[in-house]
């Protein structure tokens, strides 16, 4: 026996599960900055397009930036919320 309780298990893999929640954010990070480069290069192109361009790119982030957030609150809950620990 290693003596490994259910509870150490269930805090194992809840860390786990939070880790790799937390990858998200990488494709969160990648998704804003080629949303703000691909708005640069458009505003360098058509530069009289800059304010409809900021629009859509401020809401582009909004929505990218929301699954970083469920990833976040999703980790938050595996480390602290656990009711079984």
Same mark, same amino acid.
Request: aromatic fraction near 4%; hydrophobic fraction near 55%.
């Given at each position: 026996?290693? +003596?490994?309780? /259910?509870?150490?298990?269930? @805090?194992?893999?809840?860390?786990?599960?939070? /880790?790799?929640?937390?990858?998200?954010?990488?494709?969160? *990070?990648? +998704?804003? *900055?080629?949303? @703000? +480069?691909?708005?640069?290069?458009?505003?360098?192109?058509?530069?009289?397009?800059? /304010?409809?361009?900021?629009?859509?790119?401020?809401? *582009?982030?909004?929505?990218?930036?929301?699954? /970083?957030? %469920?990833?976040? $609150?999703?980790? $938050?809950?595996?480390? %602290?919320?656990?009711?079984?620990?």
């Amino acid at each position: 026996m290693t +003596g490994l309780t /259910g509870t150490d298990l269930i @805090a194992a893999m809840s860390a786990l599960g939070a /880790g790799l929640a937390m990858i998200a954010m990488t494709g969160v *990070g990648i +998704g804003i *900055g080629y949303n @703000a +480069g691909k708005t640069v290069e458009s505003t360098a192109r058509q530069p009289e397009a800059q /304010g409809t361009l900021l629009k859509l790119m401020l809401i *582009g982030v909004a929505l990218t930036e929301t699954a /970083g957030i %469920f990833a976040l $609150i999703i980790a $938050i809950m595996l480390l %602290f919320a656990n009711p079984l620990m």
